[in-house]
């Protein structure tokens, strides 16, 4: 019997420390507190006695202990259980975290030294081992065991316990480390998120409304207001104020009183505070936080956040918003002096804008106009692929631009002192084009009275631009792929075959991979184009170029007709950005050449009527009035009565019928973008 004893002691602590190994091996497998605890209340319930096992957490900022796990083993239970929180003072966790000692409670309706441990004994809990949750860097927090039953633990195994949690406190050391890394990496994308969106962005309203979103994801906010200073007043005048779930009375140009306000005292005392609001007339609003805008020693407003929980911000986030706010300060001191040269020019007034010398200076691109992200990515696509002498397929709409791109290819290509000869295919009858492609003998048909060297002949060493390419006919396809691949073709009514050395760069405003799949248009011919691919965007997916065409178009009008145009009115220009252009840039030339004819003095009189009926043939990529055209159309056409009001009784999306969360949602899949000011 003696033997089996000792064979049973030794089974036990062979347990113990398999058991401990586990612990080791599952601490490494999780990333997750809350499931390492659940893991570790399941290995250890059947060596040590307890009805729910308990991890408090020391908050160094509240000085309190947390109880942020607080589970049994079954999974409902661990599920269901929500933290609590007690006092340093009062509590079994607060003295064990403090005097590193564990404390087991034989009974706990005997023992009166802790009043928190009420929540205990109203849970039926009698015995009660702590244990001190610590590594040789920190206190972290304590190891609660509980049980149901008196004296539950008057026998137990400290030694082996505090051997699980010095595991237990590596694994959360090394959590709490991993939070602290994330943490840092994200506040240091949040500020480089923050710059990125200052250097691009002088529209005060746009630049809160960004800054609101890059903070969103570090401190969780509802509002945000750009409080800025009026000196010629003495006042403080919200300049813009983003609060998207809310259409109350909080608006941008309220006043701002400098005491007994906390964005005033932000103002007044040049510190960042944590604000606790009282209920005011933007409801819901809890807490906040308000920074000053400091630049050069000068005070130029307040930035400030709000939320609808309370002490929704920590001194860590007060620091952190302080950063941001400085950064802030660089582009709000910028705005306000882009506006005050603005004002001083009278509002662009006589400032003359020429595409051809920005692109020339950036990409050495004479003729095309435009500084937009979209434009930009096809005008790199161009230097690309401009050198390596491929072929090029160039993808856009009617009026776009796509000559110009060519040309652009053909300009920075080691082509360019040769010949860049155009064909339009769609402007030559069909029974012409083959002639007109590769030439003709004299005689090879009715009407050919003398040999004629062809297209290709002419582009010899050059390049070849074949706009509309999708209308080449089916028969003449092969000829044309022959081209492409053996640079060789004979002329027609001729048995000769000729050699050319050509570049080919093609245009459509097609689908050719649906005619492809129609039997309208060879599909090896159509790889053989496809060789690189360069699309350029419609003119309603650039509208921040509008204003620059317009002014390119109006100065060089204005100097052929000899007309004094020196400015165009905002809200033509306004006008002019909202409009879908289904004739793209062609249709915009056209309309700002009768407005240079129309116009009587040095202001730009444009006959804006002609925008507000949709063009009978919307030609976009499909060639028709599609649905998503027609509806794109109308809720312009609502945007422009509501005069860009969105939300409220009078706004579009109460004039449309729908909510205005959905009716963003619809702008931003159309691709509707609010007109900037000009």
């Known amino acids: 019997m003696k033997g089996n004893a000792a064979f049973s002691s030794v089974d036990v602590q062979t347990q113990k420390y398999l058991t401990l190994l586990e612990l080791s091996k599952a601490i490494a497998s999780h990333r997750d507190l809350s499931e390492l605890f659940h893991d570790i209340a399941c290995r250890l319930r059947n060596l040590f006695p307890f009805r729910d096992l308990a991890v408090m957490l020391h908050d160094g900022e509240q000085n309190v202990m947390r109880g942020y796990y607080y589970e049994g083993c079954a999974e409902a239970d661990w599920a269901s259980k929500k933290s609590v929180e007690v006092s340093i003072d009062e509590s079994i966790n607060g003295h064990v975290w403090r005097g590193q000692e564990p404390l087991i409670i034989r009974d706990l309706d005997q023992d009166t030294r802790f009043p928190t441990a009420q929540i205990l004994r109203d849970k039926n809990i009698k015995s009660v081992c702590c244990l001190p949750l610590s590594t040789v860097h920190q206190k972290l927090g304590t190891l609660n065991l509980w049980s149901e039953e008196v004296g539950a633990y008057d026998t137990f195994d400290l030694k082996f316990a505090q051997l699980v949690t010095s595991q237990i406190a590596v694994a959360v050391e090394a959590q709490f480390y991993r939070e602290q890394l994330a943490h840092e990496r994200d506040r240091s994308q949040l500020l480089l998120q923050v710059n990125n969106t200052l250097v691009s962005n002088l529209n005060l309203r746009e630049l809160l409304k960004s800054i609101s979103g890059s903070l969103g994801a570090v401190m969780p906010h509802e509002a945000a207001a750009l409080t800025l200073y009026d000196e010629s007043l003495n006042q403080l005048r919200v300049a813009a104020f983003d609060f998207p779930d809310h259409d109350g009375p909080c608006a941008d140009g309220k006043i701002i009183p400098f005491e007994g306000n906390p964005i005033g005292e932000a103002f007044t005392t040049r510190k960042t ?3 606790d609001y009282e209920p005011t007339t933007c409801s819901g609003l809890a807490s906040g936080c308000a920074s000053p805008l400091i630049f050069r020693g000068r005070v130029l407003g307040v930035l400030a956040i709000k939320s609808s929980r309370p002490h929704a911000f920590s001194k860590d986030d007060a620091e952190l918003f302080e950063q941001v706010a400085n950064q802030v300060a660089i582009a709000v001191e910028n705005a306000l002096a882009y506006n005050e040269i603005e004002t001083l020019k009278n509002k662009l007034e006589k400032e003359k804008l020429y595409l051809e010398e920005e692109i020339r200076s950036e990409y050495n691109f004479e003729e095309i106009v435009g500084s937009s992200s979209v434009l930009k990515r096809a005008l790199q696509n161009v230097q690309t692929v401009a050198t390596t ?15 110009l791109i060519a040309r652009a290819i053909h300009n920075l290509s080691e082509r360019r002192e040769r010949t860049l000869v155009k064909v339009n295919c769609a402007a030559i009858p069909t029974g012409l084009l083959e002639s007109e492609l590769f030439g003709h003998e004299k005689g090879a048909f009715t009407g050919a009275i003398d040999r004629r060297i062809g297209r290709f002949e002419l582009a010899h060493q050059g390049t070849i631009f074949l706009d509309e390419v999708e209308d080449i006919p089916l028969d003449l396809q092969s000829k044309l792929l022959r081209v492409l691949q053996e640079q060789e073709f004979e002329r027609l009514g001729s048995s000769r075959t000729l050699r050319v050395d050509v570049r080919v760069v093609a245009a459509t405003n097609a689908d050719l991979v649906q005619m492809v799949e129609e039997k309208k248009f060879r599909s090896d011919l159509y790889y053989r184009l496809n060789v690189f691919p360069i699309n350029v965007p419609p003119l309603r997916e650039r509208p921040e170029d509008i204003p620059l065409l317009v002014h ?6 204005a100097q052929q007709m000899r007309r004094p145009i020196e400015s165009v009115p905002k809200e033509t220009m306004a006008a002019l950005v909202a409009y879908h252009w289904p004739g793209n840039i062609r249709e915009l030339q056209n309309l700002i050449e009768r407005a240079v004819i129309l116009s009587r003095g040095s202001t730009l009189e444009i006959p804006l009527g002609e925008l507000k009926q949709p063009p009978k043939n919307t030609n976009h990529a499909n060639g028709g009035a599609t649905l998503e055209n027609v509806e794109r159309d109308h809720i312009l056409k609502v945007l422009g009565d509501a005069k860009w009001v969105i939300g409220g009784p009078t706004g579009a999306a109460a004039r449309l019928g729908i909510n205005r ?9 159309l691709g509707i973008i609010r007109p900037q000011p000009v």
Request: aromatic content about 12%; charged content about 20%; cysteine-free.
């Open 661 to 669: 969360t959905t009716l963003n949602h619809r702008m931003r899949k």
């Open 273 to 275: 505070t944590l604000i």
């Open 389 to 403: 002498g491929s072929t090029v397929l160039i993808y856009g709409e009617t009026g776009t631009g796509k000559e």
């Open 552 to 557: 390119f178009f109006a100065n060089k009008f």
